[in-house]
């Protein structure tokens, strides 16, 4: 399942229950991140979500969302390893998770204009 550009941008301006989770490399993103988002990367992403939630915000410091949480979205760079992480998370047992199939060069490209 994915979530376009336009429909992300929506949800961040909403300021709704969005759950972005960046699984790009540590160095990818200090060269930049989209705003508000969590970074796990993907080769930690099964282990993170199945963390006991005291465990998760302690490791992550924010709370661990639902498995019905109805805004859980993934992204990598351009998109595969967004896919793979929400496929993981769909494993775990959430429903909703979904991949900005855009991820950050898209987003990037976008915002700069």
């Known amino acids: ?7 992300l941008r929506a949800l961040m301006e909403k300021g709704q229950s969005l759950f972005l989770v960046d699984v790009r490399t540590q160095q990818e993103v200090d060269e930049g991140r989209i705003p508000g988002s969590l970074h796990i ?7 993170a979500f199945s963390l006991e939630p005291e465990a998760f915000k302690a490791k992550y410091g924010v709370t ?9 979205v ?11 992480a929400t496929s993981k998370a769909n494993q775990l047992g959430y ?5 900005y199939a ?6 990037s490209e ?4």
């Open 1 to 7: 399942m994915e979530i376009s550009y336009d429909d």
């Open 41 to 47: 990367p993907v080769d930690t992403v099964e282990e």
């Open 64 to 72: 661990k969302p639902p498995l019905d949480c109805p805004e859980l």
């Open 74 to 84: 993934f992204h990598c760079l351009l998109g595969k390893r967004g896919a793979a």
């Open 95 to 99: 429903l909703h998770a979904r991949n």
């Open 102 to 107: 855009g991820g950050y060069k898209e987003w």
């Open 110 to 113: 976008k915002t700069a204009q």
